[in-house]
């Protein structure tokens, strides 16, 4: 559960399903209001991106369905696991954000969530759904790259191997 020295960020949680079933356009670093009992839950790993998504409510967009379990050792202050909490981002990312989901067919998913510099944040990303034919295909493409990667590696290792 280290901190990756170069970007500071120590991951809590990533929803790798997202980048599966959705075709990522643009990425956003979202804080998030959290109870205090969600942070220690959140320090020991006890969430769940899964059913996560974003909506606009008010002018604000706020997250719905994340998963975070409650606080072991919390007593009657313990927070309710699944319920709405707002995204913290800047007026005009929200403006910006906003105009592009009202036009049609891009949605908000939370790809992962992480700590830096002591504050809890969500990478949100403007996506569009992917059909499942652009799913396959983009699993070819992926194992056909890591194909060429691993020929490539074998004949490098022949090459200076004998030297």
């Known amino acids: 559960m280290g901190t990756s020295r170069d970007t500071g960020r120590m991951l809590i949680a990533s929803n790798r399903k997202a980048r599966h079933d959705y075709t990522v356009l643009k990425t956003y670093e979202a804080g998030i209001v959290l109870a205090g009992t969600e942070v220690k839950s959140l320090r020991e790993r006890r969430v769940s991106l899964v059913d ?17 379990a409650e606080y072991g050792y919390g007593t009657w202050t313990n927070h309710t696991p699944r319920r709405t909490r707002k995204l ?66 074998r004949r490098l290792k022949g090459r200076f191997g004998r030297g």
């Open 52 to 68: 996560a998504f974003a909506q606009e409510r008010d002018e604000e967009i706020m997250l719905y369905g994340l998963h975070i």
């Open 88 to 153: 913290l981002l800047r007026r005009a990312e929200i403006a910006r954000i906003l105009a592009q989901t009202r036009a049609g067919g891009i949605t908000l998913v939370p790809l992962s969530m992480y700590f830096s510099g002591g504050w809890a944040k969500v990478e949100l990303a403007l996506a569009r759904g992917r059909r499942s034919y652009d799913k396959r295909q983009a699993l070819a493409e992926r194992d056909a790259d890591r194909e060429i990667a691993r020929e490539l590696g």
